[in-house]
């Protein structure tokens, strides 16, 4: 039996795993300037919250959630051997001591089983109605809520709320910045870019202010990073989804113009006309394309208030000389976004081309039970996205190995054993052989690593008290007293 990691997620190896995590650092560094913490937060939610958040209708929550019961293990398990009177004293113990949900559909379950428990044991019942009452014991044993439902996370921003609300963060002065880095989870159809675990580094503005040089803030700081991280050919799209006063009255326009042309759109386009119109706008089927370039567009149907948001946001990046393109089919897939939607593309990536998305979204810490004054903004990169454009573009990490001790002769071990060590604590990567090698073999083994220096050990230099060290890439060499050594290594170790 052979076990490969399960389709759509992988591992990611080193030396690749270098580069993962420079970026990573690349973040929390540029992040740091701009005032964000790191908030670290559980992999898996209720439910709930995600429902709640993202939207019941989304593709995200309506398919492609993993989601799972939290059952106790403690239960017997169900069968012929368990008398009916176990069974139940069994779930009400494990009610009482909290190991499945005591709520209020469950006491009822129970109260029912104790209710078909009695008559079965009823030796006055005739025993037709005592064999049906078992029959009902098991149907209604069939309706017991064992455990919570739990999703593991598609996305972060829902749990960053919740955190800001359970940890009454807007007490706090200012506005509150976090940035999280890490595996969400969607079960979507693998492809280049797309994946069942992937990776995203987010952040998340939370406070009082919607003011757009929030937002613009917000982008600029994203661009500060790929900047930083060296992604060429990224392209920033905009545009405003209105709000809760003007949205649903073009969402109204707009669903009423796709029933007209129900007909000529694709089966998930006529589901969405009715679930998620908005949705329609996502689509990127060809034969749709000229159907939709002719519906209304949302900048037409904006309130006063959104409009004069939206003009002051596109300011505020004119400002910061930050370019842009405005695309009025910019909705984004979740439910929770208002005025300021973005996206950035990156080359390299075929039909998977958004490396980040984002947006506004001020009634989201309301909608799951916040103070109703706090605002939000923030955005999430796919990391896996980022890499591979980074990668297409030639960016490449080595395994970093500084120095391999090559040591000849069985006395000479306690020396390299407790140079290895010296060097190691200068920050220098070491790699030492365990066992005695012939010194062809080791120095081939040096290069095949990736050594920068071999540092040489044998019985004259330990006589000596000097060691040989060469460079690997044009085999120059010398030898140095071991203070020497360090010095030498330490000033050209790799970063
Ligand atoms: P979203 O949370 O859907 O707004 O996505 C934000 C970003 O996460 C996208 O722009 C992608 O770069 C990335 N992303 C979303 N889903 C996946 C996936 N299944 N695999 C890889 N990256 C993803």
Redesign the pocket.
């Known amino acids: 039996m052979k076990f490969q990691a399960i389709k759509g997620v992988r591992d990611i190896l080193p030396p690749e795993s270098a580069l993962w995590n420079r970026v990573e650092q690349a973040a929390r560094d540029v992040f740091h300037t701009y005032g964000y913490g790191e908030i670290r937060l559980p992999i898996f939610e209720p439910t709930e919250l995600f429902a709640r958040s993202i939207g019941t209708e989304t593709d995200?929550v309506a398919k492609e959630m993993y989601t799972f019961e939290d059952k106790p293990g403690g239960l017997p398990p169900l069968g012929p051997y368990v008398p009916p009177e176990d069974y139940t004293a069994a779930l009400e113990h494990a009610m009482r001591s909290g190991q499945i949900p005591d709520m209020q559909s469950n006491r009822a379950v129970l109260d029912g089983l104790k209710g078909w428990l009695g008559i079965m044991k009823d030796e006055l019942v005739p025993q037709e109605q005592r064999s049906a009452a078992f029959g009902n014991w098991t149907a209604t044993l069939g309706h017991i809520v064992l455990g919570e439902q739990l999703s593991l996370r598609p996305?972060a921003t829902a749990s960053v709320v919740r955190a800001y609300i359970e940890h009454g963060m807007h007490t706090r002065p200012g506005n509150v910045k976090l940035h999280y880095i890490g595996p969400?989870f969607?079960r979507?159809r693998p492809q280049k870019?797309?994946?069942?675990q992937?990776y995203?580094i987010g952040a998340e503005l939370l406070g009082p202010s919607d003011h757009p040089a929030l937002d613009a803030e917000v982008i600029e700081m994203l661009l500060a990073f790929f900047a930083r991280v060296k992604l060429t050919g990224a392209k920033l799209y905009i545009n405003s989804i209105g709000d809760k006063n003007c949205r649903p009255a073009y969402v109204e326009r707009l669903r009423s113009e796709l029933q007209k042309v129900h007909e000529k759109l694709g089966a998930d386009s006529q589901r969405r006309i009715e679930t998620n119109s908005l949705r329609v706008l996502d689509s990127k089927l060809p034969e749709e394309q000229p159907i939709i370039d002719k519906l209304p567009h949302i900048a037409d149907h904006l309130c006063d208030a959104c409009r004069e948001h939206y003009a002051e946001l596109k300011r505020q990046l004119a400002l910061r000389n930050i370019e842009y393109e405005e695309n009025w089919r910019l909705v984004?897939?979740?439910d929770y976004y208002m005025r300021t939607t973005f996206?950035i593309t990156a080359p390299g990536l075929g039909s998977?081309n958004?490396?980040?998305?984002?947006g506004r979204y001020d009634g989201l810490v309301e909608l799951l039970g916040g103070p109703a004054a706090t605002k939000g903004i923030g955005f999430?990169?796919?990391t896996?996205?980022?890499m591979l454009s980074l990668e297409e573009a030639g960016a490449a990490a080595t395994c970093g190995l500084d120095v391999f001790v090559a040591w000849f002769g069985a006395a000479t071990y306690p020396a390299a054993a407790a140079l290895a060590r010296k060097l190691r604590e200068q920050d220098i990567s070491v790699e030492l052989p365990a066992q005695e090698m012939k010194f062809g073999k080791s120095l081939s083994l040096a290069d095949r690593l990736g050594a920068r220096f071999a540092v040489i050990v044998g019985e004259d230099e330990l006589a000596a008290g000097e060691f040989t060290v060469k460079r690997l890439a044009d085999a120059d060499q010398g030898k140095l007293a071991e203070a020497d050594l360090l010095e030498y290594l330490k000033k050209s170790r790799t970063a």
């Open positions: 995200v996305e969400m969607r979507e870019g797309r994946y069942r992937f995203q984004r897939g979740l996206e998977q958004a490396v980040c998305g984002g999430a990169i796919g896996d996205r980022l």
